[in-house]
């Protein structure tokens, strides 16, 4: 257990979560406080996703095995917006945060109609992540 700077509470010192995408699934557009770092495991790659603190660029990465554009670990920095979804038949992967992800650290696009109306304006072709 660990204490955040700005909290009286204890929290995790880190969470993990493992899960499994298949062709056409998409993780929601999201974003937490912390840097989330997402872990390749098995199956087809994954194409990761995140915005600029100013939206204005879009960062794509590949997960998957070790090969040219492609790296089995990338780390999201905290407050960005970040979807992801399988290149493929199906992607196992799994996220790990610290200090450990707290419910009230996370953010849904769909919930913020400024931000989410923003992005279906700069980035088009994201919106069917939405």
Do not use: N
């Amino acid at each position: 257990m660990v204490r955040t700077s700005d909290s009286a509470a204890e929290r995790a010192a880190i969470t993990t979560i493992y899960f499994l995408l298949v062709a056409g699934q998409h993780s929601r557009w999201h974003r937490i406080r912390s840097d989330e770092v997402w872990h390749y495991y098995e199956g087809d790659p994954l194409e990761l996703i995140w915005l600029d603190a100013a939206k204005t660029v879009a960062q794509r990465h590949v997960l998957g095995p070790v090969a040219d554009k492609c790296q089995p670990v990338q780390i999201v920095p905290g407050g960005c917006w970040q979807a992801a979804r399988s290149l493929g038949e199906y992607t196992l992967v799994g996220c790990s945060v610290a200090p450990g992800l707290e419910f009230t650290d996370l953010s849904l696009l769909v919930d913020a109609p400024a931000e989410l109306a923003l992005v279906r304006d700069r980035f088009p072709d994201l919106a069917a992540l939405i």
